[in-house]
């Protein structure tokens, strides 16, 4: 069974509105799992690509790296 992520860290981050990154250690232990291993899936149709894109933001994944980036509008 696969587990999910818990997300309140890296909503926490989120909420401060300021563009951040963070590589894989610090997700695991952010969310206690990895980081999903399809780029597309990561970037867009993840629990934090869905997280993110509530904050206005958008995820792209840099080898073992999530960078999360504010939208403009």
Do not use: C, W
């Not at 069974?1 to 894989?24: C, S, V, Y």
């Not at 993110?52 to 939208?71: C, D, M, Q, R, S």
């Amino acid at each position: 069974m696969a587990r999910h992520p818990k997300l309140e860290k890296i909503t926490e981050i989120l909420r401060n509105g300021q563009d951040f990154q963070i590589n894989r250690a610090q997700y695991i232990e952010y969310t206690g799992v990895d980081i999903p291993q399809d780029r597309y899936y990561t970037e867009r149709k993840s629990s934090v690509a869905k997280r993110a894109k509530e904050y206005g933001y958008e995820i792209h994944v840099i080898p073992e790296t999530l960078v999360f980036t504010k939208k403009s509008e």
